[in-house]
C-alpha cells in the first residue's frame, strides 16, 4: 500500500516514527529508499540495528529521539513518513502528527495507521487480543486512546496534509495472516499528501 502510493521508493527519503524492531523501515530500505527510524526504546533500536546488520541492509539507520526533536532539526526532509500503529499508545497523538507534517517535503507522502474507536475494535484489540487469545500483553491498549478517523484527519488537515486514501487492516489470527480491507472498523491506515 506504501510502494503503491508513494509512486514507489526507491532513492526517496524515508521516516519510520516509532519504529520499533525496524520491520517497516528495514522492509522500505530493500526497496530503494534511504531510511531513518526513530523511536524512543533502547531495547527495539538495539534489534533494529542488529536486524539491519545481519540482513546486510546499508541504506537504513536509527536514532533514538522523539518525533518533535527530529523534526525541529529536520523540516521538510522526507518525501515519504510513516507512523505505523504507535498513535493509540502516546499522550499526545495531535503533536506526533503535527511533528510528522513538519517532517514531509511539500507534495510528500505521510502514512498513519492506528484502531478506530469503535465496539468492534474493543472487541478484537484489546477483549479478543490481550484478555482471550494473549496474543499481546495484557494492558497494551487503551480503548480511550484510540483514534476515529475523521478525528486523525482533523488533525492532519490542519497541518497542510491532505487525505489522499484509506485501507483497513484486518489480521486472522488463526492463520495468522493480515489482508487491506476496505473496512476501516478495527485497524486503519490512512495516506496523505502535503500541500506544496
Same mark, same amino acid.
Do not use: W
Given at each position: 500500500y506504501i510502494m503503491e502510493k508513494a509512486v514507489g521508493l526507491t532513492d526517496k527519503a524515508a521516516l519510520d516514527v516509532g519504529c520499533g524492531g525496524g520491520i517497516l523501515a528495514e522492509s522500505m530500505a530493500k526497496v530503494g529508499a534511504k531510511v531513518t527510524g526513530i523511536d524512543l526504546a533502547d531495547d527495539s533500536l538495539n534489534v533494529a540495528k542488529l536486524h539491519a546488520l545481519e540482513s546486510g541492509v546499508t541504506n537504513v539507520s536509527y536514532k533514538k529521539q522523539t518525533v518533535e526533536d527530529h523534526a525541529?532539526?529536520?523540516?521538510?526532509?522526507?518525501?515519504? *513518513?510513516?507512523?505505523?500503529?504507535?498513535?493509540?499508545? !502516546? %499522550? #499526545?497523538?495531535?503533536?506526533?502528527?503535527?511533528?510528522?507534517?513538519?517532517?514531509?517535503?511539500?507534495?510528500?507522502?505521510?502514512?498513519?495507521?492506528?484502531?478506530?474507536?469503535?465496539?468492534?475494535?474493543?472487541?478484537?484489540?484489546? *477483549?479478543?487480543?490481550?484478555?482471550?487469545?494473549?496474543? !499481546? %500483553? #495484557?494492558?497494551?491498549h487503551d480503548f480511550d486512546k484510540f483514534i476515529k478517523p475523521a478525528e486523525l484527519i482533523r488533525w492532519a488537515e490542519q497541518c497542510g496534509l491532505k487525505v489522499r486514501g484509506s485501507i483497513g487492516l484486518n489480521y486472522n489470527p488463526f492463520n495468522d495472516v493480515v489482508s487491506l480491507k476496505p473496512d476501516l472498523s478495527v485497524n486503519y491506515i490512512l495516506h496523505f499528501e502535503k500541500l506544496a
Open positions: 525541529a532539526e529536520n523540516p521538510e526532509q522526507y518525501d515519504v *513518513v510513516t507512523c505505523m500503529e504507535m498513535l493509540e499508545h !502516546v %499522550p #499526545d497523538p495531535e503533536s506526533i502528527v503535527k511533528s510528522v507534517a513538519q517532517l514531509c517535503k511539500p507534495n510528500g507522502r505521510v502514512f498513519f495507521s492506528t484502531l478506530n474507536k469503535t465496539a468492534k475494535a474493543y472487541l478484537l484489540a484489546i *477483549v479478543g487480543a490481550e484478555k482471550v487469545m494473549k496474543l !499481546v %500483553p #495484557d494492558g497494551t
